[in-house]
């Protein structure tokens, strides 16, 4: 167990979340945390609000946004904001925005959207996916690449833009109307 004066705000489970600043390695083990910043955070059966860490090591933890200034590993841990300046690597865990410079690893885990220079995918599910170089390994599932993306998109605007001048040629024949009255 840290000393006092490495972690501030320490909290037991069940109490309110606090905040916690340090600059050197920090595990935190079966707290609620608001705020980490910390060299190397080792989070395990916690939940973190904003983690900002050199490398970030998550078990069993949920947290709203991550960002490691090198490599981020989940195990069986969700993010809703994940970055990282290297590398990430999701094992059994899930992520709504993952993004990395270098390399996005995904075994048995899922994500909305992916954003990295390199990705690989074991067995997991992607949602949008944009990386230059993509190896998809057995019972993984990609529903949009930027390709699709775009062609949704542009059949959505289309749409909305269709139902825009529907609306506005029935409103103004009815407003002209009116004004003649």
């Not at 935190?28 to 090591?57: C, N, Q």
């Not at 990282?84 to 996005?104: F, I, M, P, T």
């Not at 949009?144 to 139902?163: E, T, Y």
Request: aromatic share 4%.
């Amino acid at each position: 167990m840290p000393s006092d004066e490495s972690l501030q705000n320490e909290t037991t489970p069940g109490a309110e979340t606090e905040e916690e600043t340090t600059p050197v390695s920090t595990p935190i083990d079966k707290r609620a945390v608001m705020r980490v910043e910390t060299g190397e955070a080792d989070v395990r059966m916690s939940a973190v609000g904003y983690l900002a860490a050199d490398s970030a090591e998550v078990k069993m933890s949920p947290t709203a946004f991550t960002y490691a200034r090198e490599s981020a590993e989940l195990k069986l841990s969700s993010a809703n904001l994940l970055a990282a300046g290297n590398d990430v690597h999701l094992q059994y865990s899930g992520g709504q925005v993952v993004a990395a410079k270098n390399d996005v690893r995904l075994e048995m885990a899922a994500a909305g959207a992916v954003l990295s220079r390199e990705a690989h995918v074991d067995r997991g599910l992607v949602g949008l996916l944009i990386a230059s170089d993509v190896e998809l390994g057995e019972g993984t599932r990609v529903l949009l690449r930027p390709a699709g993306a775009a062609a949704l998109g542009a059949g959505f605007a289309g749409g909305v833009f269709l139902a825009i001048a529907l609306l506005w040629k029935l409103f103004s024949s009815v407003l002209k109307k009116r004004g003649d009255d």
